[in-house]
């Protein structure tokens, strides 16, 4: 639900009328342990405020967060001490982020996300101010800092209340070109959804979220954003691998934008506990602001809405897919019962949109339930039909022949049973001839096919895929490396990138971390850096056991 994109109807919304928000909410903020402030949103009474903020602000001096958009029509929890709890009959609790008590240092930061979205010149990021913004240490003024309940399962079973346990909705930001973006603090401390954490993040976790949002982003997959990373030294305790072993590790915030934050679990919450005039209240404000393909008036719109939901999910698991961040293995050393590698991201997307709809039927009558159940049965075809799109592409096919999901099924079966290293085996496809490949004559380059082509069945494929690029219309050899090269890329993150950028940062190194960014920026192109670090060559033989823990 988060992915859907929105709105470009003005562009300073959100700073007047901040005077009437403050004063409806001093009830409840009075009396609380209010951070420092930013200065922020009043600049926007100063003459020539308008002028500045149509260019990159160079300080928080004519910069604006609010959180009126939200807090004007969703109801806050009347409760204004911040401890953990059951909360009821709200989407949000107001509640500060805890300050980290060591020195903070800038790990990364995004300019693309400052610049572009968050109209922010890159030179800010070298200021106090913004390390003090990005930490949780101070807010910009107007703005009121938010935690979201939420509800979900987790493995399968109803977990019940989860919420924002460690992350603050700091404010949104609507940019020069009449967007609304959400600013996010991720590690900042405990909130009343905390459950038994302690509300923070550790920087290794940490640094792969980062890493990992803006590799999907530059991949065409729809994500949130990061902006910055920055790490202190207050030490977190975590059982990195849930086998008893506690170790201190670093305390690490990352701040991650998005035009919304709500979920399915937003919707869940409200359904278990029957607060349905609530529901349909969040229902239409998700609506309104971001589907603007859904009639807000039409009788239908929660059926309508469902359908676009069930629609960008085949879509988005499918882009997942395609890129083949993990092939065929576990990757969360807690999920025993392999609930979510990677074979079965497509059958839980099912799961969720089921549990979406298990929450929408109280807003349903009798025919919209069979309408929407319709709907949900359709997603395996429009999940397939992305995935056969995308996997087409992938190999450069053109047109439509009846044996093309045998082909797609044949050589990732061939990749499966040699376990091929998925990115590539793509890109490699994408470079070498059809000569070479015709010959079998794979260069040693070409790595990742040398590994396929000692299977018995290679041969068979590339006899069966040559054949088929035959059938391309007006199409040529360089024409089709040409264009598989744009859809397969190059470098993707994988883990062993990401532990040794993880173990440099831990020493205050953050050389790594900044030269991955820079490389998944461009992930199609060749980067001479990124050749020498190894990043298109095999695993190095010290990761090829590596754990990794998705405690964090």
């Given at each position: 639900m988060a992915q859907r994109r929105g709105f470009s109807w003005l562009w300073l919304w959100g700073v007047a009328g901040l005077a009437a928000v403050n004063c409806r909410l001093r009830s409840v903020l009075e009396g609380s342990a209010g951070l420092p402030r930013l200065p922020g949103n009043e600049s926007v009474h100063r003459p020539g405020s308008c002028e500045t903020q149509a260019?990159?602000?160079?300080?928080?001096?004519?910069?604006?967060?609010?959180?009126?958009?939200?807090?004007?029509?969703?109801?806050?929890?009347?409760?204004?001490?911040?401890?953990?709890?059951?909360?009821?009959?709200?989407?949000?609790?107001?509640v500060f982020p805890t300050p980290l008590k060591s020195r903070v240092r800038l790990v990364a930061v995004t300019k693309e996300v400052l610049e572009d979205i968050l109209d922010l010149d890159l030179s800010v990021s070298e200021t106090n101010d913004f390390i003090q913004l990005v930490s949780g240490e101070k807010i910009v003024f107007g703005s009121i800092p938010l935690?979201?309940?939420?509800?979900?399962?987790?493995?399968?079973?109803?977990?019940?209340?989860?919420?924002?346990?460690?992350?603050?909705?700091?404010?949104?930001?609507?940019?020069?070109?009449?967007?609304?973006?959400?600013?996010q603090l991720k590690g900042s401390g405990k909130t009343p959804y905390s459950r038994n954490g302690d509300g923070r993040a550790v920087l290794r976790s940490s640094v792969r979220e980062f890493l990992c949002s803006e590799a999907l982003y530059h991949l065409g997959i729809p994500t949130s954003r990061a902006a910055s990373l920055v790490v202190s030294d207050d030490e977190v305790w975590r059982d990195q691998f849930y086998n008893g072993n506690i170790v201190k590790e670093r305390g690490a915030v990352?701040?991650?934008?998005?035009?919304s934050w709500f979920r399915i679990g937003s919707l869940e919450i409200l359904a278990h506990y029957g607060e349905l005039d609530l529901l349909r209240t969040l229902l239409d404000f998700i609506i309104q602001e971001h589907f603007p393909s859904v009639d807000a008036k039409e009788p239908n719109r929660y059926v309508d809405f469902f359908s676009v939901v069930v629609s960008e999910t085949a879509q988005l698991i499918a882009l997942w897919m395609s890129v083949?961040?993990?092939?065929?293995?576990?990757?969360?050393?807690?999920?025993?019962?392999?609930?979510?590698?990677?074979?079965?991201q497509a059958n839980i997307g099912m799961f969720n949109l089921n549990k979406l709809l298990q929450a929408l039927n109280p807003l349903l009558d009798h025919r919209q339930k069979k309408l929407a159940?319709?709907?949900?049965?359709?997603?395996?075809?429009?999940?397939?039909?992305?995935?056969?799109?995308?996997?087409k592409a992938k190999l450069g096919l053109l047109g439509e022949k009846e044996d093309d999901d045998?082909?797609?099924?044949?050589?990732l079966h061939l990749m499966k049973e040699t376990e091929a290293d998925f990115t590539m085996t793509f890109r490699q496809l994408s470079?070498?001839?059809?000569?070479?490949?015709?010959e079998l004559s794979i260069p040693q380059q070409f790595w990742a096919l040398k590994k396929i082509s000692q299977h018995g069945l290679f041969p068979a494929w590339v006899s069966r895929y040559l054949s088929r690029l035959k059938s391309n219309m007006n199409d040529s050899d360089s024409k089709r490396r040409k264009r598989m090269t744009t859809v397969n890329p190059k470098y993707v993150l994988k883990n062993w990138m990401a532990e040794s950028a993880v173990q440099k940062a831990e020493i205050n190194d953050f050389s790594?971390?900044?030269?991955?960014?820079?490389?998944?920026?461009?992930?199609?192109?060749?980067?001479?850096?990124?050749?020498k670090a190894g990043y298109s060559s095999p695993t190095p033989s010290w990761a090829k056991d590596l754990r990794v823990s998705c405690s964090s």
């Open positions: 260019r990159l602000a160079a300080s928080f001096d004519f910069w604006t967060l609010s959180s009126e958009y939200l807090i004007d029509v969703l109801p806050i929890d009347p409760v204004k001490e911040n401890y953990v709890r059951k909360v009821k009959n709200c989407i949000f609790s107001v935690a979201h309940r939420y509800g979900g399962h987790q493995f399968g079973v109803w977990a019940d209340q989860l919420g924002d346990g460690r992350a603050h909705l700091i404010g949104i930001h609507v940019n020069r070109k009449g967007e609304k973006w959400e600013l990352v701040l991650r934008i998005a035009k083949g961040f993990a092939h065929d293995f576990v990757p969360n050393i807690s999920d025993d019962e392999k609930r979510y590698k990677i074979g079965n159940a319709q709907i949900l049965e359709e997603y395996s075809v429009l999940y397939y039909a992305r995935f056969r799109e995308l996997f045998d082909l797609i099924a044949f050589l470079e070498i001839t059809q000569n070479q490949l015709l790594e971390v900044r030269l991955l960014q820079q490389v998944l920026q461009h992930p199609f192109q060749k980067h001479s850096a990124a050749e």
